[in-house]
């Protein structure tokens, strides 16, 4: 095997295990940042919805009391604000959704799935949990889902939510009596349930993964022709015209011209020991001819 052989197994070798390395690291990178933008992009649909449940409780609430006796406005339910208010952002995101589940809902529509009720029974299990986060698996890809409690911490809540008798009757009219009662004072009785696609992210993360290996890639490629190239001038080129001229020696040829010496490496400096050497050779063997 050659030098240039030898050299450039050794240097595929060492871009193979430098690649590898620089793919898994830049891998991990690129999809923890994904996922961060994912979280990110999931807390702002949270804090939007806390503030709209927020603002509904302490604005619209009040305003609709007095209508509330006749007629019981949903308009007044901060978690019908935020669901109603989110299903027009879902009109242009529809991957997104945002859901106020609870286990037992005075709207039968807010009743908890399977994956909804157990995020809220893991509420319900660790009291001192206060947000959710897992990736689900869908037909359009991967969802970042993230929950936080809905606790009772208000008294207030409990006026629509003890008993039946306790609600206000036009609620009663339009919801019955039979969902949504029975709740107690700081229990979990649902969750705040934000589901945000991953795909276009990932896939977004795994073009700019494989921008970045393929172009360590073309990088090393470049290296190496480039240090073939030198490697052929400054090393091989020089050592085969020696070998050449050795050769020529060996068969009796004291004649053979000598080796061009080109800078003051150690190649060059090989080069003139050789052409000493020969001329050493060629006066010894005159001298022993005479």
Not at 160 to 182: E, K, Q, T, W
Request: glycine content about 4%; aromatic content about 8%.
């Amino acid at each position: 095997m050659g030098i240039k052989a030898k050299f450039n197994l050794v240097m595929l070798l060492a871009f193979a295990a430098g690649l590898a390395l620089a793919a898994a690291a830049s891998r991990s990178l690129v999809m923890q940042n994904a996922r961060q933008q994912v979280q990110e992009q999931a807390a702002l649909l949270l804090a939007e919805a806390s503030a709209t449940r927020d603002y509904t409780a302490t604005e619209i609430a009040p305003l609709l009391a007095e209508q509330a006796k006749l007629r019981f406005p949903p308009q007044s339910i901060p978690f019908w604000a935020a669901q109603r208010n989110f299903r027009d952002v879902a009109q242009s995101f529809p991957d997104y959704s945002y859901k106020e589940a609870a286990l037992n809902p005075t709207n039968p529509a807010d009743r908890a799935t399977d994956w909804e009720a157990d995020i809220i029974e893991n509420f319900k299990q660790h009291p001192q949990l206060s947000e959710y986060s897992g990736v689900r698996q869908t037909p359009s890809g991967p969802v970042l889902t993230v929950a936080r409690p809905v606790r009772v911490d208000d008294p207030s809540c409990l006026t629509c939510h003890s008993v039946p008798s306790a609600a206000p009757a036009s609620m009663i009219d339009l919801y019955g009596r039979d969902n949504g009662f029975g709740w107690k004072l700081h229990s979990v009785q649902g969750a705040q349930i934000i589901s945000v696609p991953m795909q276009v992210v990932l896939d977004r993360a795994n073009r700019i993964f494989f921008v970045f290996v393929g172009g360590l890639a073309v990088i090393f490629a470049v290296m190496l022709l480039l240090m073939n190239v030198l490697l052929d001038l400054v090393i091989v080129r020089p050592i085969r015209t020696i070998a050449a001229t050795a050769t020529e020696i060996s068969l009796g040829n004291m004649q053979a011209a000598d080796i061009p010496v080109r800078g003051g490496d150690e190649v060059a400096k090989l080069a003139e020991a050789f052409n000493r050497m020969r001329r050493s050779l060629a006066s010894a063997m005159q001298m022993l001819n005479t």
